[in-house]
T-cell receptor
């Protein structure tokens, strides 16, 4: 089945700086890559996603890039703000059968220091 | 529109005791998921329902875990007896139709945090 690895596990940045979180996946048939944000004690919420026919997608201060050849994708947050502090999860799905379900990475605790 | 509702939010029990978690998905969502999220980890799928049918329960530890979705709406996840290693957040999620999760349509509840002492 699919295996998703996420790095780093913790990331601290100064307010206004950029943050980058990276994920790799194992199943070359995966074609959908979402990112979820989970604030402490809250539900995971989708913040951005990308499909395998696109190399980059941007939504205001957040962007996701995908390298299908290398099987990795990254989340980029620019001009970070304290409210960006949360745990971020990447995920992958696609292929066939059970591989169509989302497989999540282990999460990155992002702390934005004021 | 109400989101996915779960209860209880927090539960502390002694090992070997039973525990049950309840989930009410978003109205009209036929697909329901139970995930387990261990501390510092991402959600891991336990079971997926399409209406009242469990179509993927391969990751559910069947010796002590059970789940049901009798009328294809609410669902209950039960652990009996609980072990120390079951301490985790149990997340329920729903989607409007099969495979919609891979179209961005996966909506989580706030979870039930279980502590087993």
């Amino acid at each position: 089945g699919e295996n998703v690895e996420q790095h780093p596990s913790t990331l601290s940045v100064q307010e206004g700086d950029s943050a980058v979180i990276k994920c790799t996946y194992s199943d070359s048939a995966s074609n959908y890559f979402p990112w979820y944000k989970q604030e402490l004690g809250k539900r995971p919420q989708l913040i951005i996603d990308i499909r395998s026919n696109v190399g980059e997608k941007k939504d205001q201060r957040i962007a996701v890039t995908l390298n299908k050849t290398a099987k990795h994708f990254s989340l980029h947050i620019t001009e970070t703000q304290p409210e960006d502090s949360a745990v971020y999860f990447c995920a992958a799905s696609g292929g066939r059968g059970s591989a169509r379900q989302l497989t999540f990475g282990s999460g990155t605790q992002l702390t934005v220091l004021p | 529109e109400a989101g996915v509702v779960q209860s209880p939010r927090y539960k502390i029990i002694e090992k070997k005791q039973p525990v049950a978690f309840w989930c009410n998905p978003i109205s009209g969502h036929n697909t329901l998921y139970w995930y387990r999220q261990n501390l510092g980890q991402g959600p891991e799928l336990l079971i997926r329902y399409e209406n009242e049918e469990a179509v993927d329960d391969s990751q559910l530890p069947k010796d002590r875990f059970s789940a049901e979705r009798l009328k294809g709406v609410d669902s209950t996840l039960k652990i009996q007896p609980a072990e120390l290693g079951d301490s985790a957040v149990y997340l329920c999620a729903s989607s409007p139709r099969p495979w919609a999760a891979s179209s961005g349509e996966l909506f989580f509840g706030e979870g039930s945090r279980l502590t087993v002492l």
